[in-house]
């Protein structure tokens, strides 16, 4: 189980800084509760911030919200697990935000799993990360289940946790988004003989 006293160590009422920001989606196992969840700096810049936006069913209003949120310049890209309970959104974030969406690896998700994990251990030497309060997360942390995956590292449960995992799921592929160094594509070499 989770430590709530830990974990509200690290909660903060303060919002992320000015300046585009990592959206990450979620859906609960059941499909009952949809979450859009966000990650950027806070502090002026000194740690990461993540803020769930909103957790409700349907999926249209998660398209519609990040598609706004792009045009806008405020999210840079809107990241999550194409599969699983997400398959489905992940199909229609690909299409509607082709050049925004990055669909993210188990292993992305373990790694800010982790990180997460270890932010809640306040003597760990780590990025400081922040999470804006949420009773709606609190409420899913208390009653989540860790399960491990294989020896790469930990995943919280979708099916065994009793509250469901969608904002846990949309902040985490949020922060594990953030985390991604983007790859600047290269330059076409053409050659040709002299």
């Known amino acids: 189980a989770i430590d709530l006293d830990a974990y ?29 969840a966000a990650v950027g700096t806070i502090n002026q810049g000194r740690g990461v911030g993540i803020e769930i936006i909103d957790a409700r069913p349907g999926r249209q209003w998660v ?10 310049g405020i999210a840079t890209e809107v990241c999550g697990d194409a599969y699983g309970p997400t398959k489905r959104l992940a199909d229609q974030l690909a299409i509607a935000l ?13 790694a800010a799993t982790e990180d997460f994990l270890q932010a809640l251990d306040q003597e760990a030497d780590t990025m400081p990360i922040r999470v804006r309060r949420c009773a709606g997360v609190e409420y899913e942390l208390d009653v989540a289940e860790l399960r491990n995956v294989g020896e790469k590292g930990r995943m919280f449960s979708r099916r065994n946790s009793a509250a469901g995992t969608a904002r846990l799921e949309a902040a985490l592929a949020a922060l594990a ?18």
């Not at 398209?63 to 806008?72: A, D, F, G, M, S």
């Not at 082709?98 to 373990?110: A, G, R, V």
């Not at 790859?183 to 070499?189: G, S, V």
């Open 63 to 72: 398209i519609n919200t990040t598609q706004e949120l792009v045009r806008r």
């Open 177 to 194: 988004g953030y985390q991604i160094p983007e790859t600047a594509i290269p330059e076409p070499f053409i050659w040709s003989p002299e």
């Open 8 to 36: 509200r160590g690290i909660t903060t009422t303060v919002p992320l800084d000015d300046g585009p920001v990592t959206l990450g989606v979620g859906v609960s196992w059941d499909g009952a509760t949809t979450a859009l």
């Open 98 to 110: 082709p050049e925004h969406w990055k669909p993210l690896s188990t292993d992305e998700m373990i």
